[in-house]
């Protein structure tokens, strides 16, 4: 009597989880279960670990412009488009002002991530999900490792990862080039087909996907950073990465 009331025990949490997961998440079933062999996970920082909605990096891209602003000796409108210019050009606008005015990429990184953070909330949910999270975690970020720093220790999750991959370890050759994801995997002797690639800007998934990683894009309207969003090379989609990090801990637990 005691086995077949265990064996009606799992029957019911698997049944649950399944009514749970069909709820709650917009990626199939079937396909979810992929991610249960993973044992790399690369994250993006900005507008991925924390919501774009807090508008953290609209504060980083005003203190770009106020820097070429200010190098340039150049109005706050011609440094804007200057700015986009080379952002869309280069990929980032540090990359630009590097190869075309030889700047100083710390005076640069150190002036523009000089930014007010204090009102970011921790996030328990989160680091609940983080922590639970099997395998290996790095942040891959083409910003540098003391802003990294900066803002997972203040929405407290900076302990949940292994390393943070930054512009500098790419030598300023930023995400999408992919000899920065090579770089990466390289250093940490990463197997791609058992990596999980997590990011708001879709172009960036495309180099982890040709390289055989599982991909994850987090859904926003940034017009930027939506473009190539329905490409073959998205595996996964989400808007809630806590609730979509939830699910594969599930599924393991199941």
């Given at each position: 009597i005691?086995?077949?009331?265990?064996?009606?025990?799992?029957?019911?949490?698997?049944y649950?989880?399944?009514?749970?997961?069909?709820?709650?998440?917009?990626?199939?079933?079937?396909k979810m279960k992929?991610l249960?062999?993973?044992?790399?996970?690369?994250?993006?920082?900005?507008n991925?670990?924390?919501?774009?909605?807090?508008?953290?990096?609209?504060?980083?891209?005003?203190?770009?412009?106020?820097y070429?602003?200010?190098?340039?000796?150049?109005?706050?409108?011609?440094?804007?488009?200057?700015?986009?210019?080379?952002?869309?050009?280069?990929?980032?606008?540090?990359?630009?002002?590097?190869?075309?005015?030889k700047?100083?990429?710390d005076?640069?990184?150190?002036?523009?991530?000089?930014?007010d953070?204090?009102?970011l909330?921790?996030d328990?949910i989160?680091g609940?999900?983080?922590?639970?999270?099997?395998?290996k975690?790095?942040?891959?970020?083409?910003?540098?490792?003391?802003?990294a720093?900066?803002v997972?220790k203040?929405?407290?999750?900076?302990?949940?990862?292994?390393?943070?991959?930054?512009?500098?370890?790419?030598?300023?050759?930023?995400?999408p080039?992919?000899q920065?994801?090579?770089?990466?995997v390289?250093?940490?002797?990463?197997?791609?087909?058992?990596?999980?690639?997590v990011?708001?800007?879709?172009?960036?998934?495309?180099?982890?996907?040709?390289?055989g990683?599982?991909?994850?894009?987090?859904?926003?309207?940034?017009?930027w950073?939506?473009?190539?969003?329905?490409?073959?090379?998205i595996?996964?989609?989400?808007?809630?990465?806590?609730?979509?990090?939830?699910?594969?801990?599930?599924?393991k637990?199941?």
């Amino acid at each position: 009597i005691a086995r077949r009331q265990r064996q009606m025990c799992i029957r019911d949490r698997f049944y649950s989880f399944r009514t749970i997961f069909r709820s709650r998440c917009r990626n199939s079933y079937k396909k979810m279960k992929e991610l249960k062999s993973i044992k790399y996970w690369i994250f993006d920082l900005d507008n991925t670990l924390y919501s774009g909605k807090t508008k953290v990096f609209e504060q980083v891209d005003k203190k770009m412009s106020e820097y070429i602003s200010k190098k340039l000796n150049v109005s706050t409108a011609e440094a804007k488009e200057i700015q986009k210019n080379y952002f869309h050009e280069y990929n980032t606008t540090l990359n630009g002002m590097i190869k075309n005015h030889k700047i100083d990429a710390d005076e640069f990184l150190e002036f523009v991530h000089n930014i007010d953070i204090d009102f970011l909330k921790k996030d328990l949910i989160l680091g609940e999900e983080l922590k639970k999270l099997d395998g290996k975690k790095i942040i891959f970020t083409n910003g540098s490792r003391k802003h990294a720093l900066n803002v997972t220790k203040r929405i407290g999750i900076d302990h949940y990862f292994d390393d943070i991959f930054d512009i500098f370890d790419c030598e300023f050759v930023p995400k999408p080039a992919i000899q920065s994801y090579k770089k990466l995997v390289e250093k940490h002797k990463i197997d791609p087909k058992l990596c999980g690639f997590v990011e708001d800007i879709a172009r960036n998934l495309k180099p982890a996907y040709e390289m055989g990683m599982k991909t994850v894009w987090i859904e926003n309207d940034e017009p930027w950073a939506k473009k190539f969003s329905d490409g073959d090379f998205i595996d996964f989609k989400t808007n809630n990465l806590s609730e979509f990090l939830k699910q594969i801990n599930l599924l393991k637990a199941a």
